[in-house]
Every structure is written in structure tokens, then in C-alpha cells.
């Protein structure tokens, strides 16, 4: 699997295993991802959803947190229960393709319900990719560096959210919420993409 050249630079410099750097790499496309459409998500509401206002957006928030916070631990026990990590990978998919397919169907919610209906299955996506990838990251970290490769994640995650963050104003001022989410969804589906290297190891 080829990785971005400044990643591969820097894994080269730093040593990481396979399932570490494409769990990452997945990861710096969803943060990625997420911080273009995170600034603005406030103003397509108010703007965009009819009746919307700022109190629809704080509930809307409310809405995918209270799924992402509440789900996690039941999620956690029926991974422990299996064996293997073959239902992990798969629960991690799962969740992982529920995330980058939601951008797309912001573009045909017009009204508050249809926007907390689809917050709600973003908050269920969240919390299955995110407890079986910290789940699956767990297991494979190398555990002579621990530190380090958190160290790696932290710094190309926040990066990349970082970056997208300052352009996604711009895209969708130039360019309109529509393409934003557009886009938002590709970088998306090339996280969901990335975790295809790994697929045989978890098969």
C-alpha cells in the first residue's frame, strides 16, 4: 500500500508496523475529513436547514454525542466476547463506512428532524469505528513504543484537521456546502479505503 510521501518519510525515520500506520493513515483521513465541514456545520444549519437556527445546531450536537458516548461500552462487550479480532475489523468497518456515507446525505436534509435523524446514525458510526479502532490499535501497538506512536497519530491527526479546518470556510464560501460535502465524504471513503490494507490480516 503506498502512503502519502511525507508519511512515508516519516515512518521511515520512525518505526511502526503495518497495522499502526494504516490505522493512523485511516484516521488522518477522517480527521481530515471531519475538520472540513466542523467550522461551518453551525452556519449550513442556520442557513440551509428550514427553521434552523442556532439552538437546532447545539441539539443536533447533542444529538451525535449522546450516540457516540452512550454506545461504546455495550459495543466494547460484544467485542470482548468474541474471539479473535476478525469482529473487531469488521465492527470497525462497519462504523467506519456509516461516517464517511453521512456527508453525502447531508446534502438532502432540509428540515431539524431529517438533520437529528442523520446525526443520530453519525454518533452510531462514530462509536463503532472508534471503540474497535482503539480496540484493534491497542493490541498492535508496539510496546517499545507506546508513547511514540501515539506521539505519530496525535501529530498527523491533528494536523490534518488542522489543515482542513482552514480551508473548509473557504471551500464552501467559494464553492458551496453541497461540493464541501461532497468532498468531505471522498476524504472519507479514503480512510475507509486505507483500512483495506490490512482486510487479509483480519480475515
Request: include cysteine; glycine fraction near 10%; hydrophobic fraction near 55%.
Amino acid at each position: 500500500m503506498r502512503f502519502p510521501t511525507f508519511v512515508s518519510k516519516l515512518f521511515e525515520r520512525v518505526r511502526v508496523n503495518k497495522v499502526i500506520r494504516v490505522l493512523i493513515l485511516s484516521d488522518f483521513f477522517l480527521f481530515s475529513g471531519v475538520g472540513l465541514m466542523s467550522p461551518i456545520f453551525a452556519v449550513f444549519i442556520t442557513e440551509q436547514i428550514k427553521g434552523g437556527s442556532i439552538s437546532v445546531a447545539g441539539f443536533a450536537a447533542a444529538i451525535y454525542l449522546m450516540c457516540k458516548s452512550l454506545l461504546p461500552i455495550p459495543i466494547a462487550r460484544f467485542m470482548d466476547i468474541q474471539r479473535g479480532e476478525k469482529d473487531d475489523f469488521r465492527v470497525m468497518m462497519f462504523g467506519s463506512i456509516v461516517m464517511a456515507l453521512v456527508p453525502f446525505v447531508y446534502l438532502f436534509v432540509r428540515l431539524p428532524w431529517e438533520l437529528y435523524v442523520v446525526q443520530a446514525i453519525y454518533g452510531i458510526g462514530a462509536a463503532f469505528a472508534f471503540v474497535s479502532w482503539q480496540a484493534i490499535f491497542t493490541r498492535h501497538v508496539d510496546k517499545e513504543d507506546v508513547a511514540l506512536e501515539w506521539g505519530v497519530y496525535n501529530t498527523l491527526t491533528d494536523l490534518g484537521g488542522a489543515a482542513a479546518a482552514g480551508i473548509g470556510g473557504a471551500i464552501a464560501q467559494a464553492l458551496g456546502f453541497h461540493l464541501l460535502f461532497i468532498l468531505t465524504g471522498v476524504i472519507l471513503l479514503c480512510g475507509v479505503g486505507a483500512l483495506f490494507g490490512i482486510a487479509r490480516r483480519f480475515t
